[in-house]
């Protein structure tokens, strides 16, 4: 190693150390504050007529709702505390895998193929053959959506 090299090795270092250094005091000089919205949004969600909404459909729900009367969704605060609730909400999120629109990914197509085997363990293929059916039609949607159409003969072209 050439003094030069060992020149430049300590300067990164140090302006490596330097950076970490300053990034530590940005976050200790933050204000710290309990929740990550403004003061007025605070207000807001402290009005007596305030009402809770479904974190799905928006729609305004009784704050001791435990499911949305629209979508069916828990909406319980309890439900991360319930084993009862928490099968519901499992449930939930693996219909969506199955009948709802959904980013389609190699993360969420993983990530329900995974919960899909600690839920249903040996009937988890079933449960594959309907993501994938669904994965298909969404992605059928999303290219007809771009404006190419399949016509009878199954080659693709532009409207
Ligand atoms: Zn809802």
Redesign the pocket.
């Known amino acids: 190693m050439t003094p030069e090299d060992k020149l430049l090795t300590v300067t990164l270092v140090g302006f490596s150390l330097w950076g970490c250094w300053q990034l530590i005091q940005w976050f200790r000089k933050a204000p710290v504050t309990p929740n990550p919205w403004d003061e007025k949004t605070e207000e807001s969600l402290n009005q007596p007529d305030a009402m809770p909404l ?1 974190r ?4 305004s729900h009784h704050p001791d709702a435990r499911y ?1 009367s ?4 828990p ?1 319980d605060s309890m439900v991360p505390l319930s084993p009862f609730h928490q099968v519901f909400a499992l449930g939930d999120v693996l219909l969506t895998g199955t009948q709802r629109r959904f980013p389609v990914n190699w993360l969420t197509v993983t990530g329900f193929v995974l919960l899909s085997m600690i839920q249903y363990l040996v009937f988890a293929p079933f449960y594959w053959f309907f993501l994938l059916r669904n994965v298909r039609r969404l992605q059928t949607e999303s290219l007809s959506s771009h404006g190419i159409n399949e016509n009878s003969s199954g080659t693709k072209e532009h409207e």
């Open positions: 479904c799905r459909c928006l729609e949305c629209n979508c069916g969704l909406v």
